[in-house]
């Protein structure tokens, strides 16, 4: 009978941590770096990074990128810090 217990509580630890590990890689994407915001903005408007700046946009943490197309035009590209997301795009 001891035995019986002794597994069950083993079991019921077992099942606990397994849980929360997997609570802890629920599947939240990590930040974005600068560097993922930089290559995602020169996919999208393909040129010259001029600048890039932490800033705040609708409300969110955003990586600023602006960059310089071939025509000679400038773009400021705002993406989410949290999920990557394009909050906004503007032509200077």
């Avoid at 509580?9 to 802890?24: D, I, K, M, N, R």
């Avoid at 994407?29 to 800033?55: C, F, H, N, S, W």
């Amino acid at each position: 009978m001891h035995t019986a217990i002794r597994l069950t509580a083993a079991a019921l630890a077992l099942a606990v941590g397994a849980g929360t590990l997997f609570a802890a890689g629920d599947g939240a994407a990590a930040p974005l770096t600068m560097q993922q915001a930089v290559d995602k903005a020169l996919a999208q408007r393909p040129g010259e990074v001029i600048g890039t700046d932490r800033d705040r946009k609708h409300g969110r943490d955003a990586w600023e990128v602006e960059i310089r197309d071939d025509q000679g035009q400038e773009w400021e590209l705002y993406y989410a810090i949290d999920d990557g997301s394009l909050l906004y795009e503007d032509r200077d």
